[in-house]
């Protein structure tokens, strides 16, 4: 992938155009060393952080005993990824052992598999350095933390940059190509069904270039035909998660959501372009040295991929009631080398600009996963190592049974604890009230209820808990539970407040 290759179909300059600066395998040299540091990082960062939630689903149904049970959990709704996804989490599972890095570990490789596309890509259309900074860019965004998580968005972020790479390629063997741009939405959609929006890029290009009595290009034939077929087949799985539980998703569409989209994708964007500016001005370009080029259709296909999210907002608002930012990670390889594009039209003679702006988003990116590796515990969602601090000493006191509030903190206990069997979620007096309108408020307490079909765990309402409150420990309690026990007569006091609250019922 980083050798030398034929030009791509679009608007590149040719290579007696080009500057030679940073064209040379210093560059492929240090995208190799940026990816490899990435890649190890990821794998230190699995290695000392807990599970959490989501990864939990996918490690409890990759884990069932027989290929069919993954069939039939999917097949009955219990999680939202595609099948062949789980089927490739069980191989490395199975490969590497059942510890916290073996299910993590796809998604460390498709990070460095994707980063160095992004780089390939780049490089071919501009130089060497500008493909460090489209590489720079996506590790600037929130992609590096999806690089050590146990879901398939890294996975999905690789194949969105092959596609890319695929559209783009303009070499002699041009068939190829184009079965490589189906392959990448067909597996796209295998292992994320929001992978489909990434046509619309592609499909809006071509309907801005199109003249009347031209068909579409094959490529654009072959992406269409890749991702239908793959609805096709996964659609059984994915219309079972969205009949239980699309209508009271929890992150539903909304103008404030919509607003803050990008700003999650790439969370420091602005302070980093404010800082990129403030480099330009320093560095004294003068735009009399060199006129800009003209913008490249790699470039402007890029910039389309900011489209993704708005058209997403359309699709969930009125077909699947889910939007989050990592839904769209998709966006970050279009964005990544369209940037890197339109620095080195305007550039491309001014090499200190371009080296400076590389070091700055290299060594903010190296510098965010810095922070992770030496503090993996501040991305961890949820409480879970301060219970297990007090798990022993609540044996001690004679409590046999830890009773949670929150879904989130349970599932983990049940997971890392001594005594998974122990564990507890309790369900709140109006749980069978289900939202109609809106966000479901116990949505994933139903996730577990459902997942429970396959994999053991206890569920109690006030009754149970009544029957054994002598042995029970409350643990960090919310308050509507809390009120559910004392309107039914049960009485509770704090055991202690820290590292984690815990209650005994009397």
């Known amino acids: 992938m980083l050798s030398p290759a034929p030009a791509f179909r679009s608007s590149a300059p040719q290579k007696s155009q080009r500057v030679s600066y940073f064209t040379g395998p210093w560059a492929v040299a240090t995208a190799s060393a940026l990816g490899l540091f990435y890649f190890l990082s990821s794998l230190f960062i699995a290695a000392h952080r807990v599970y959490w939630f989501d990864e939990l689903f996918t490690v409890h149904i990759a884990r069932l005993p027989k290929l069919s049970a993954i069939w039939s959990a999917l097949a009955n709704g219990v999680d939202a990824l595609p099948l062949p996804y789980y089927l490739l989490v069980r191989g490395f599972d199975s490969a590497f052992g059942p510890g916290d890095v073996a299910a993590r570990m796809p998604s460390a490789i498709a990070l460095l598999v994707g980063l160095l596309v992004i780089f390939d890509c780049a490089r071919r259309l501009t130089d060497g350095l500008h493909g460090l900074i489209a590489f720079s860019v996506a590790t600037c965004s929130f992609l590096p933390y999806y690089g050590y998580e146990a879901r398939s968005y890294a996975i999905y972020f690789m194949l969105a940059a092959l596609s890319f790479w695929a559209w783009n390629y303009n070499g002699d063997r041009q068939n190829l190509g184009t079965l490589l741009f189906g392959a990448s939405f067909f597996a796209g959609v295998c292992f994320h069904y929001y992978f489909a929006m990434c046509l619309l890029p592609y499909l809006l290009w071509e309907m801005l270039r199109w003249k009347l009595g031209h068909r579409p290009s094959s490529d654009l034939l072959a992406g269409v035909a890749g991702t239908v077929i793959a609805v096709v087949l996964l659609s ?51 735009d009399r040295q060199e006129p800009s080029l003209a913008m490249q259709s790699a470039e402007a296909t890029g910039w389309l991929f900011l489209l993704i999210p708005l058209a997403a907002f359309f699709v969930a608002e009125t077909i699947t009631n889910a939007f989050y930012s990592r839904y769209f990670i998709g966006v970050v390889p279009g964005v990544a080398v ?109 996730l577990e209820l459902n997942l429970s079909q396959y994999y053991p765990m206890q569920f109690w309402t006030i009754d149970d808990l009544r029957r054994h409150q002598a042995e029970s420990a409350l643990i960090e309690p919310d308050e509507k539970t809390l009120q559910d026990l004392h309107a039914a007569g049960i009485q509770t006091g704090r055991r202690f407040p820290a590292p984690i609250p815990v209650d005994y019922l009397r």
């Open 236 to 286: 059984p799985f994915a219309l079972a998660f969205s009949r239980k539980f699309s209508n009271g998703y929890w992150n539903r569409p909304s103008l404030l959501e919509l607003r803050a989209i990008f700003g999650q994708i790439f969370p420091d964007g602005l302070f980093l372009l404010a800082l990129i500016m403030l480099w330009v001005v320093i560095a004294g370009w003068d």
């Open 338 to 446: 369209a940037f890197a594009i339109s620095l080195y039209r305007y550039f491309r003679k001014a090499a200190q600009i371009s080296l400076g702006i590389f070091v700055l988003l290299a060594g903010w990116g190296v510098a965010q996963q810095l922070t992770v590796v030496r503090h993996p515990d501040k991305v961890e969602a949820t409480g879970i190592r301060d219970f297990l601090q007090v798990e022993s000493t609540l044996q001690l006191e004679g409590k046999h049974y830890f009773v949670f509030s929150g879904p989130l903190l349970f599932l983990e206990a049940q997971h890392y604890a001594v005594h998974p069997e122990q564990c507890v979620l309790f369900l709140p007096s109006d749980f069978d009230r289900q939202e109609q309108n809106g966000p479901d408020p116990y949505l994933h307490q139903r």
